[in-house]
């Protein structure tokens, strides 16, 4: 998920990002390098080369000169086109850096989860058993704002507060990152607050807005979320590595994930097993990359999972008259738009994921990285509080690596990264 990296600038670079978020970043710090030294363990390696020769010299420089600006042990990568698929992973599993990185590593993925949330809200609109017009009010107590819709809390234009945005919650999820977290607690910290703004008048990311959500699906259904989305989209899609955990296993194979977020002296720590409850259903997801490559076209382009009809609204649902969004960036219904790409980004503690599909070419691109520390050319004073984020050459890893593929597409998220230097020049 990521609290910085959709919070409305993000959903707009890089995402369109989680949206800026995806819960997403707790106190961070400026970018710390963690690319692995070039060891046997660390070089590229093209796992599936189905791509035309020129296509995937020009990827495979980009991912190299892209991850060496990155601040992750390791990353994996996909493009997929009409033509054949290109898969590679590049660094470590852990920062030992003995051991290579694999593609078939499952990942949290973060506010990717998001868009499995609102898929399965979509559903239940096709089938008549609510609408995206209903208020929240009708089926949550004490929102800031009842009377925003479920279409605003989707498009995160109902103007309620995000409680990964509350410092008290940060201050307590990072002083003890393992502890459990129930959704009623998680809205619970924004009860009783007044709302940011009245809702359609902006477009600004809330984590949640996508938890409210996931306490819908389980009130019109009747069944635990992790149920709803396993059987109308995990199964309906013959997804094997994706799964709505509901604790925090993971399972193997999966590489260690770091983080800097809470550490003062920016030395990154292990954060594989912190818990992703506080996440729900609008973060704690798993995946990995070959499902991630078939529902990444399956969400912006498919007919398997909504009507025509359905999938039409969700593509339309980017209004550019309410501010931020614009052509170039915006956010509609659990998906954001990032110059001709829909998709979504996702962090959570210690791991960075970009999934997009561009709608026009049809090309589907998938990063994995093992950490949620900015990459690239990031100065000093970066900013380093939740909705800080930056664009352009100081990114979350995933997203960084994203834009060298995508800009090697010819087709770039954003402006590709412009230095190659991996020294940290921060203080």
Not at 19 to 44: E, F, H, M, Q
Not at 233 to 259: C, N
Not at 303 to 322: A, C, H, K, N, T
Not at 329 to 349: D, V
Request: aromatic fraction near 6%.
């Amino acid at each position: 998920m990521h609290l910085r990296l959709l919070a409305v600038a993000v959903v707009l670079a890089a995402v369109a990002g989680c949206g800026g978020d995806d819960p997403d970043d707790v106190g961070a710090s400026p970018a710390t390098t963690l690319a692995s030294a070039p060891s046997d363990a660390a070089r590229l390696r093209v796992v599936e080369d189905g791509l035309d020769a020129a296509t995937t010299e020009e990827l495979n420089a980009a991912a190299e000169i892209a991850f060496a600006g990155s601040s992750t042990p390791g990353a994996v990568m996909a493009v997929r086109t009409s033509k054949g698929t290109w898969v590679a992973t590049i660094g470590t599993k852990d920062l030992d850096g003995t051991e290579a990185m694999t593609a078939d590593v499952r990942q949290r993925i973060g506010s990717i989860t998001k868009t499995f949330t609102v898929t399965a809200l979509l559903q239940l609109v096709d089938e008549g058993a609510l609408t995206l017009d209903d208020p929240i009010g009708d089926y949550v107590d004490g929102m800031p704002d009842p009377d925003a819709t479920l279409g605003e809390l989707a498009a995160m234009r109902s103007g309620i507060p995000s409680y990964t945005f509350d410092k008290g919650w940060q201050d307590a999820v990072l002083r003890d990152p393992t502890a459990e977290w129930t959704p009623e607690q998680l809205i619970d910290i924004v009860r009783g607050q007044e709302p940011d703004f009245a809702p359609g008048e902006q477009t600004s990311y809330s984590n949640t807005n996508t938890i409210l959500l996931g306490l819908v699906l389980e009130d019109v259904t009747g069944k635990p979320v992790d149920q709803v989305i396993e059987e109308r989209i995990i199964e309906t899609l013959g997804l094997t590595a994706t799964v709505f955990p509901t604790d925090a296993s993971f399972a193997d194979p999966h590489a260690r994930g770091y983080t800097v977020q809470g550490q003062a002296d920016r030395v990154p720590v292990d954060a594989t097993d912190w818990t992703t409850s506080w996440g729900w259903t609008a973060g704690a997801m798993v995946s990995d990359v070959n499902d991630l490559l078939v529902y990444g076209k399956e969400l912006v382009a498919g007919d398997v999972l909504l009507s025509p009809e359905m999938q039409r609204e969700r593509i339309d649902s980017f209004d550019f008259e309410i501010p931020p969004n614009s052509p170039a960036r915006a956010y509609g219904y659990g998906l954001g738009l990032a110059n001709g790409w829909y998709g979504h980004t996702g962090e959570l503690f210690g791991y960075n994921t970009v999934l997009q599909h561009h709608l026009d070419e049809d090309i589907t691109v998938v990063v994995m990285a093992n950490s949620d520390i900015r990459s690239g050319d990031c100065p000093s004073d970066t900013p380093t509080v939740p909705g800080g984020r930056t664009e352009g050459p100081c990114a979350d890893p995933a997203v960084y690596i994203a834009d060298g593929l995508t800009a090697a597409l010819g087709l770039p998220l954003v402006e590709p990264p412009t230095t190659t230097d991996t020294t940290d020049t921060t203080d």
